[in-house]
T-cell receptor, first 116, second 120 residues
Framework: GENVEQHPSTLSVQEGDSAVIKCTYS??????FPWYKQELGKRPQLIID?????GEKKDQRIAVTLNKTAKHFSLHITETQPEDSAVYFC???????????????FGKGTKLSVKP | KAGVTQTPRYLIKTRGQQVTLSCSPI?????VSWYQQTPGQGLQFLFE???????NKGNFPGRFSGRQFSNSRSEMNVSTLELGDSALYLC???????????????????FGPGTRLTVL
């Protein structure tokens, strides 16, 4: 089955710096890659996602890149702010349109700390 | 729209007991997935239900089971509880479009607040 590796497990940056979190997946059939942010004591929330027909997607300070050949995808956060501090999870899924939803296989998470 | 709700929010059980957790999806969502979250293993997929049928199953023992009702509400059951079952159990719902819709129909999973299960 699918396996998702996520690095680093912890990341500390200064406010205003950029943060990059990387994930690799094993199943070449995976075609949907969401990123979730989980603040302490709260539920995971989707912050951005990318599908296998797209190489890059941006949403304000957040961007995700996908390299299907290498089977890895990355989250980029620019101009980090203290409120970006949280645990970030990447995930991979096989979405067969009109058929199986597919599960989400998550990476182990990255604890991002943004120091003011 | 109301978000995904889960009951109860906290639960304390002893080894050997069984437990039932409930999840009410966002109105109109037909898919419900369950995940176990622990500090050591992170978020692990348990199973997914769509239209009252289990569509996907993760690598958990048969002690973990679930079901979905006609109103899309879902329950999961854990029998013969073990200490290692202590975790936050999250459910997530999604719209899960049917064939015939727009080509790009990947659907976000919206998570509930979770049920914190402690096994003593």
């Amino acid at each position: 089955g699918e396996n998702v590796e996520q690095h680093p497990s912890t990341l500390s940056v200064q406010e205003g710096d950029s943060a990059v979190i990387k994930c690799t997946y094993s199943d070449s059939a995976s075609n949907y890659f969401p990123w979730y942010k989980q603040e302490l004591g709260k539920r995971p929330q989707l912050i951005i996602d990318i599908r296998s027909n797209v190489g890059e997607k941006k949403d304000q300070r957040i961007a995700v890149t996908l390299n299907k050949t290498a089977k890895h995808f990355s989250l980029h956060i620019t101009e980090t702010q203290p409120e970006d501090s949280a645990v970030y999870f990447c995930a991979a899924s096989i979405w067969n349109y009109g058929g199986s939803q597919g599960n989400l296989i998550f990476g182990k998470g990255t604890k991002l700390s943004v120091k003011p | 729209k109301a978000g995904v709700t889960q009951t109860p929010r906290y639960l304390i059980k002893t080894r050997g007991q069984q437990v039932t957790l409930s999840c009410s999806p966002i109105s109109g969502h037909r898919s419900v997935s369950w995940y176990q979250q622990t500090p050591g293993q992170g978020l692990q997929f348990l199973f997914e239900y769509f239209s009252e049928t289990q569509r996907n199953k993760g690598n958990f023992p048969g002690r973990f089971s679930g079901r979905q009702f006609s109103n899309s509400r879902s329950e999961m059951n854990v029998s013969t509880l073990e200490l290692g079952d202590s975790a936050l159990y999250l459910c997530a719902s999604s719209l899960s479009r049917l064939a015939g819709g727009p080509a790009s129909s990947y659907n976000e999973q919206f998570f509930g607040p979770g049920t914190r299960l402690t096994v003593l």
